[in-house]
């Protein structure tokens, strides 16, 4: 239960004011014990008539903003003012008799949020009510945009709605459109990047290009805390060179993991026949301790084919590619549909969309996963922000193999939710690759040519042990090792090493 009326505590945030009231989502939510999460941010009326400040989740507002104690009243209050939760939506339907539903719509059959709760109750659950078609008035907006991204409209003329939404029926999350993201997309990181390299060769392009390239893919296997052989580290990054190129289905997918791990002697490859969990077993019982309870394997084939669908949606209306690729790639590791890899394909998507969008340069990849590893805690922060509040909702046991069993319905817990959190993590990895990670590695392998001109006009070293010098000076900031002069350039003389480190500090800009 999410609500104490004795307490006065809900979903355990403890009242602001000791007489505040519920509203929206979070009084259907407790009126109707609803078994959905709870949105992020808690709607109360409170006494003063005209207040209207934050505290904490709760948005508190005056006596004049207060609904009526009935669900019709409390839900437009919510699409006034939340935006749209398809989960809370769907869930209060589910609960309603239809008659109280056609009633209420029939009440006002012509007013804006009346047409939203029909096309919403049609749209969700397939089912049409005994009403007739509206046939006059102006379309208006399943889905606000002033609260909430939309996609290009589709007119449905039953109840002259515009379906904005960024998704189909059997995935749809929603991103609010908070001034933080707004202010992302409006820095235009895309065409800051372009910028970036349009003055620099192409040589010293493809050549940075190559190195980020291993570089994320090294980073996403560390991220799950393994360090596979360099052969497997170049076979990774070559796919994510390639994202973009191929379609999105399931059987791509499945060609993913199988470059992934290539060993699959221990695991069942492909999409999940059994239940999966993220976490640790028990140390004495070997029982689980989830963290996260992926979706069930039953549902797996549906969530599979709207989310691509879902995809497919946001690039034919020109979704931002950084909030298309934040809902799919994150949904996809929320959803978990394989027994291994799904970390690494799920940051595999980030690639393929941005490059399949043109957000990235051509030819280049954004580190995301080395930005990430950077900020592993902030990462870790905004998967449990989405997974964690879900585990009071999923009821499960363990199996005898020591996996996990849901035993309820879940698969609106995968396809229903919010992703602005997610939203503006990716933002800011972007952020940190643009304008830190990218322009510094080019700058890099400028100073690193200019100081390889300089020795290889001076000494003729083969190129293996002036890549060597180079790493050596790289590694001691500067400065050779008393080692390497003892031993690998011991015919270098003092004064030589002298010059050699003098250049690599003046070019390198080091003390």
């Known amino acids: 239960m999410v609500f104490d009326k004795e307490i006065k505590f809900f979903d355990g945030e403890v009242f602001p004011e000791p007489n505040a ?20 941010s808690i709607y109360a009326i409170v006494a003063a008539k005209s207040a209207k400040r934050s505290k904490g989740r709760w948005q508190l507002l005056g006596s004049r903003y207060q609904p009526e104690p009935h669900w019709f009243s409390q839900l437009v209050f919510a699409l006034k003012y939340e935006g749209v939760d398809l989960a809370v939506i769907r869930s209060l339907f589910n609960a309603l008799a239809e008659d109280d539903i056609r009633h209420s719509i029939e009440g006002e059959i012509t007013g804006s949020y009346s047409r939203r709760i029909w096309f919403f109750y049609e749209w969700l659950t397939e089912k049409l009510l005994p009403i007739d078609d509206v046939t006059t008035g102006n379309y208006v907006d399943a889905l606000n945009e002033k609260l909430q991204f939309g996609c290009s409209a589709t007119k449905v003329p039953r109840q002259r709605i515009n379906n904005n939404l960024p998704g189909v029926r059997g995935f749809c999350p929603l991103i609010r459109k908070t001034d933080a993201i707004i202010h992302f997309i409006e820095q235009g990181f895309n065409e800051t990047a372009a910028q970036h390299l349009g003055n620099v060769h192409s040589d010293l392009i493809a050549r940075a290009a190559a190195f980020l390239l291993l570089s994320d893919s090294k980073a996403s296997y560390t991220i799950e805390g393994e360090a596979p052989p360099h052969n497997r580290i170049e076979r990774w990054g070559k796919i994510i060179g390639q994202a973009g190129q191929q379609r999105l289905t399931v059987e791509e997918i499945e060609r993913l993991q199988q470059v ?22 028990d140390r004495i019982t070997n029982i689980p301790i989830p963290e996260h309870i992926s979706a069930k394997p039953e549902d797996l084939d549906k969530l599979l084919a709207a989310l691509f669908e879902t995809y497919e949606l946001m690039k034919k209306s020109g979704f931002h590619p950084v909030l298309a690729a934040t809902t799919i790639a994150f949904s996809f590791v929320f959803i978990h549909p394989l027994e291994d890899g799904n970390g690494r394909i799920h940051r595999y998507l980030i690639h393929h969309v941005l490059a399949e969008n043109g957000f990235t340069p051509k030819g280049v990849v954004f580190p995301v996963s080395s930005v990430i590893l950077q900020r592993i805690q902030e990462y870790k922060a905004v998967l449990e922000q989405f997974t964690k509040p879900r585990l009071n909702y999923i009821e499960w046991h363990p199996t005898p193999d020591n996996n996990v069993h849901v035993t309820n319905e879940t698969i609106d817990l995968y396809r229903y939710g919010d992703m602005t959190n997610q939203v503006v993590f990716l933002f800011e990895c972007i952020k940190d690759t643009v304008e830190t990670v990218l322009p510094e590695e080019v700058q890099y392998l400028a100073r690193y040519d200019e100081v390889w001109e300089y020795i290889n006009n001076r000494f003729d070293f083969p190129h293996k042990s002036l890549s060597l010098l180079l ?12 080692r390497a002069r003892s031993k690998e350039f011991a015919a270098l003389s003092d004064s030589e090493v002298q ?13």
């Open 471 to 482: 790493n050596f000076l790289r590694q001691g900031n500067g400065t050779l090792s008393k």
């Open 21 to 40: 009231e519920l509203a929206g989502y979070s009084w259907l939510i407790c009126e109707y014990q609803l078994n959905v999460p709870s949105p992020e």
């Open 499 to 511: 010059a050699i480190e003098s250049k690599y500090r003046d070019v390198f800009g080091l003390s």
């Open 260 to 281: 992934v791990i290539p060993d699959s002697r221990f695991i069942v490859p492909g999409i999940r026949c059994v239940g999966g969990f993220v976490g640790e077993h």
